[in-house]
């Protein structure tokens, strides 16, 4: 139906506002997608760009895009906050403390390059393999997610191996208001 939609407004060149809570229609259908908390918009923006730059940790909680933590810079290296679990290094950072988004695309379950170990919290099959959240042990408020060729059981322990890279900074987030922050979609 979502193709049938798509195909009519694009060959009689209408324009559409769709309202809906399924984000595989508003990314499919949409040219600009507004993710909306509260009664304001919290991003507009292709969804390309959206899934590539969230705005805010609430957008990127909202799409279901990975997994989000705080975390601190001691010792000359960043570390899950509150653990020894070290997750990036940058040289001088301009905070002690940040909120990431860490993507499900940068996380694995790989024993050579092992960052920390996690535990499975659950695993269900999509399409594409087993979808895996898993928590560093002693953090519960952190969960990770990672794609799998294998389905992990509940309670297992693997390796978890974070791609620096791909995580995306929040900048100053926490400084700006929510007029502010809506001013700027």
């Not at 909680?61 to 990975?66: I, Q, V, W």
Request: charge should be negative.
């Amino acid at each position: 139906m979502v193709g049938e939609l798509a195909e009519l407004i694009a060959s009689l060149q209408l324009t559409a506002v769709y309202v809906t809570h399924d984000h595989a229609e508003a990314l499919t259908l949409a040219d600009e997608v507004a993710i909306m908390r509260s009664g304001h918009i919290e991003q507009l923006a292709s969804p390309d760009s959206l899934i590539g730059s969230p705005a805010t940790p609430e957008v990127a909680d909202f799409l279901r895009l990975g997994g989000l933590a705080d975390i601190e810079w001691k010792n000359g290296n960043w570390f899950l906050a509150g653990s020894t679990y070290q997750i990036a290094d940058m040289q001088n950072p301009s905070r002690n403390r940040a909120r990431i988004l860490i993507p499900t695309r940068a996380v694995s379950a790989d024993e050579g390059r092992a960052s920390f170990q996690g535990v499975v919290l659950r695993s269900q099959f999509r399409g594409d393999g087993h979808l895996a959240v898993v928590s560093p042990p002693g953090l519960p408020s952190v969960e990770l997610q990672l794609l799998s060729k294998v389905r992990f059981r509940p309670g297992e322990t693997i390796p978890i191996s974070v791609d620096a890279d791909q995580i995306h900074w929040f900048g100053a987030y926490d400084q700006i208001t929510q007029k502010e922050r809506v001013a700027t979609c």
